[in-house]
């Protein structure tokens, strides 16, 4: 037998992104019913800037426009590019660990960058053409990854990427100083704080966490103490200020930029990148006449077999690694303290390999009739699994099964036997 958690949040953001559009939260609004050509052209472009050919790689539903008149970021109106779900921007923050694993590629330029593996990398890509000698932009990062994985390897990062006559390609998203590239650590509460804002999330609703620095799961001492909201009505733990890039150009001559950003170490929290509506313009003391045609560029001819040979590759066969069961006290499916060595094992063993399924498999003894172990067996189940969501997986990567009494370990006619049959077994397929 299988079943699914219901998760609320997962609910509402699958119904979001079926609706496309909608108020996600008191005045926060995402549309992702805009084509990417709309987007710049409606949203981002500013004065004195022409721009052709633009494409977006990623999944439809981490880009769209964002709008609050409200400001949480600094940012009323603009494109949110996320390496995760646009509809997670939603406030309140009440999740330390919001996050979509779309399963999209990452990108070799970030992976740089962040000195790290990227995954669901989005990019937005297009060609522009000023009037003036200098492009302005202003723009807000933001991310899930803060503050729990600083200095971590989930170094989630971003980059504007600029080539044309007289550039070679180069990163224009850095500080003020022009050096420092903006991701999770070098932009935080303690290096270049001047530029980052706090949105922590207290979490008061898990019993177990993970500490990050001693990388392993641990009882949460804040459990059901008085909940503490963050400071701003936006999902993100927290994002830089409003900051401006500047890049120099040749007025009248085309340039190519590439906006992307993805996850670093995994593809589980989300991280945005807020893109200031109508502030990619020109300015300077040159103005002159665009005269420059941004043509589409030319289809690539199909692709032919070679030989007409067909390669045959063999099939994948999945691994299934055991990790270990967590017991159960007789009659309850509250998670015991003795769990955190087999919850550490998951999350260790799920963060080297974040496209592979946790599989969870529910029992009982054999002490009660068979339809109430069946309910007893799933309602443990799901409390491993919450707390799994808990700690960072998401709920699309776990697989959730219950047998009740029908599948023991040991023999039911001891204690010791009964005991071992109360158990969930954890298991990673990959």
Known sequence: MRTSLKNIGLVVATFFCLCFITDVHGQIKIDTTLSPTELVNNVLLGQGVVVGNVNFQGKKYAI?????????????????????????????????????????????????????????????????????????????????????????????VFGFFIEGPGTDKVNIAKLPDGITPITVNTVNNEMNSQYYVDNGYINTTDPFIWDVRNRKVVENKNYLQPEVPPSYDIQFDGFTTVLTTRCAVIPNEIYHIKISIADVGDGILDSGVFLKGGSFRSEGEQVVKIDKLLKAPEELASLKLVNDDIIIKPKKIPRNISLGNIEFDFDKSDIPVSAKTVLTKVIHQYMNHPDSKVLLIGHTDNFGSEEYNTKLSASRTNAVASALIGLGIPENQLVLNYYGETKPLAPNDTANGRARNRRVELRVSF
């Open 64 to 156: 769209g426009k964002y709008s609050d008149p409200n400001e949480p970021v600094g940012i009323s109106n603009g494109i949110l590019l996320t390496s995760g779900n646009a509809f997670y921007v939603a406030g309140p923050n009440k999740n330390p660990r919001s996050g979509w694993a779309s399963d999209a590629l990452g990108d070799h330029e970030l992976d740089q960058i962040a000195r790290g593996k990227t995954y669901d990398a989005s990019t937005l890509e297009f060609d522009f053409v000023t009037q003036s000698e200098n492009l302005y932009f202003e723009f807000v990062f933001a991310s899930e990854e803060y503050l729990e994985y600083v200095g971590s390897k989930f170094n989630d």
